[in-house]
């Protein structure tokens, strides 16, 4: 089984992909899930050097056999620092295999996303990388730690990731244009269910994870990140050869 959470696709084509590779079936964390002892992928998206409050508490909730075979694939823009660590303290023993895996950045809030060209390189360089990961799984291959922790990991996922959640603004400056159509897509597609429709616009509530799927995923470009008019990024079919 290959669980998985993804706000703007990167992961759950991580997820996808591997989960094809291997055999194994797939499921959003969202998903009533039967889990098997035999293997079980975690894949999500790093913030802020950690892993999203949703995969957390999914973990929390589970409970994960000693003799099972266990994988992380973190995706991310560039580095994960110790997340692979904070998955161990969750679900109480360590991982057999672990990935990072760069792909487009779409943390919006730090400024512009991708562009076309740099998803399609990410994705290029990402692939082979994703496959050799996938043939140790399928061997079942232990102690594997492909991982980009970047610098000053332990400092970043034990103390900047924690201040991260504690200082998470709840989508508070997230705000709409007139080019809302009020379709709703940003309220179904929301994880946490933080978003709902007042007169047929987005307000946000206070369980904002901050995935940014809001954001990136409108159709109508409506959702800004206060007042910045910034380029969006999700995932396309047509960034993968
Ligand atoms: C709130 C937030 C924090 C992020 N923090 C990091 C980070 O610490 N390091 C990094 O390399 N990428 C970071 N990213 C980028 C995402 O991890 C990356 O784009 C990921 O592939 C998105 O996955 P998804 O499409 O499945 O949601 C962050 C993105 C968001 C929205």
Not at 187 to 192: G, V
Request: aromatic residues 10%; charged residues 20%; proline residues 4%.
């Amino acid at each position: 089984m290959v669980v998985y959470f993804s706000g703007t696709g990167n992961s759950k084509w991580a997820a996808k992909e591997i989960a094809a590779i291997t055999g194994d079936t797939v499921k959003n964390i969202s998903e009533d899930i039967t889990l098997d002892d035999e293997v079980l992928g975690i894949v999500f998206p790093i913030y802020a050097w950690g892993m999203p409050a949703p995969m957390e508490k999914y973990l929390k909730g589970i409970s994960v056999g000693k003799n099972t075979y266990v994988y992380m694939i973190c995706t991310c823009g560039s580095n994960c620092g110790y997340a692979d660590s904070q998955v161990e303290g969750v679900i109480g023993r360590k991982l057999n295999a672990s990935l990072s895996l760069a792909l487009p950045n779409n943390y919006i809030q730090g400024g512009n996303c991708e562009d076309e060209k740099g998803a399609k390189a990410k994705f290029k360089a990402a692939k082979p990388l994703l496959h050799e990961f996938a043939e140790k799984v399928k061997k079942r291959e232990n102690g594997v730690a492909m991982l980009t922790r970047g610098p000053l990991p332990h400092l970043m996922t034990s103390v900047v990731h924690p201040l991260f959640n504690f200082g998470m603004d709840s989508g508070k400056s997230f705000t709409f244009t007139d080019a809302c159509i009020s379709c709703g897509k940003c309220a179904k597609d929301c994880p946490t269910k933080n978003i709902q429709l007042v007169d047929g616009h987005p307000v946000w509530g206070k369980e904002c994870c901050n995935c940014v799927a809001c954001i990136n995923n409108c159709d109508m470009n409506a959702i800004k990140y206060g007042k910045h008019d910034r380029r969006t990024y999700h995932f396309k079919e047509e960034y993968v050869d």
